[in-house]
T-cell receptor
Framework: GAVVSQHPSWVICKSGTSVKIECRSL??????MFWYRQFPKQSLMLMAT?????????EQGVEKDKFLINHASLTLSTLTVTSAHPEDSSFYIC????????????FGPGTRLLVL | GQNIDQPTEMTATEGAIVQINCTYQ??????LFWYQQHAGEAPTFLSY????GLEEKGRFSSFLSRSKGYSYLLLKELQMKDSASYLC????????????FGKGTHLIIQP
């Protein structure tokens, strides 16, 4: 099946710093990738849709200036959490679909962010 | 709005069968997914239904009724490793939209 990787898997940072998370589709090209966030014992919440070569589409309530998304190529999307605060501590997961999201979405292993 | 409901927790016995239900009310419907998620890990794909009926895949089966806004995941011959959260998710967008997830059902398998 399709493989999606994320890097880093774990990150601890100080409040006020920025953190970049990479999401890569390893064996297929993904024109669209999705970024989700999951707080402890909560479900996954879609944050934004990352489109290659164009601006990301953010869900209601997600600050686009705080969560910067860059989809530079067909295999790479990055999420930068700017000026991170402790409340941004969460599990960030990306996914990519083989057919623009209409079919199965494959998830990356996730990145656990802890902001001190 | 989007609403997906599933039980918070279920308990079953090793070797038995368990059915996890999911009901949804969404603005559109392009398919329903079931994912398995172990604690601290990303979800892994189990099944996808877009038409009414039953999809069987080994020990796992998933059923969909679009008219009722209802799906279930059936797990047979339960094993201890099946202890996990099971997430129901709907693709409701007309284009390449992300998934809307239910809160997940935490399944506990007892010996």
């Amino acid at each position: 099946g399709a493989v999606v990787s994320q890097h880093p898997s774990w990150v601890i940072c100080k409040s006020g710093t920025s953190v970049k998370i990479e999401c890569r589709s390893l064996d297929f090209q993904a024109t669209t990738m999705f970024w989700y966030r999951q707080f402890p014992k909560q479900s996954l919440m879609l944050m934004a849709t990352s489109n290659e070569g164009s601006k990301a589409t953010y869900e209601q309530g997600v600050e686009k200036d705080k969560f910067l998304i860059n989809h530079a190529s067909l295999t790479l999307s990055t999420l930068t959490v700017t000026s991170a605060h402790p409340e941004d501590s969460s599990f960030y997961i990306c996914s990519a679909g083989l057919a623009g999201g209409r079919e199965t979405q494959y998830f990356g292993p996730g990145t656990r962010l802890l902001v001190l | 709005g989007q609403n997906i409901d599933q039980p918070t927790e279920m308990t079953a016995t090793e070797g038995a069968i368990v059915q996890i239900n999911c009901t949804y009310q969404t603005s559109g419907f392009n398919g329903l997914f079931w994912y398995q998620q172990h604690a601290g890990e990303a979800p892994t794909f189990l099944s996808y239904n877009v038409l009414d009926g039953l999809e069987e895949k080994g020990r796992f089966s998933s059923f969909l009724s679009r008219s009722k806004g209802y799906s279930y995941l059936l797990l047979k011959e339960l094993q201890m490793k099946d202890s996990a959260s099971y997430l129901c998710a709907v693709h409701s967008g007309g284009g390449a939209d992300g998934l809307t997830f239910g809160k997940g059902t935490h399944l506990i398998i007892q010996p």
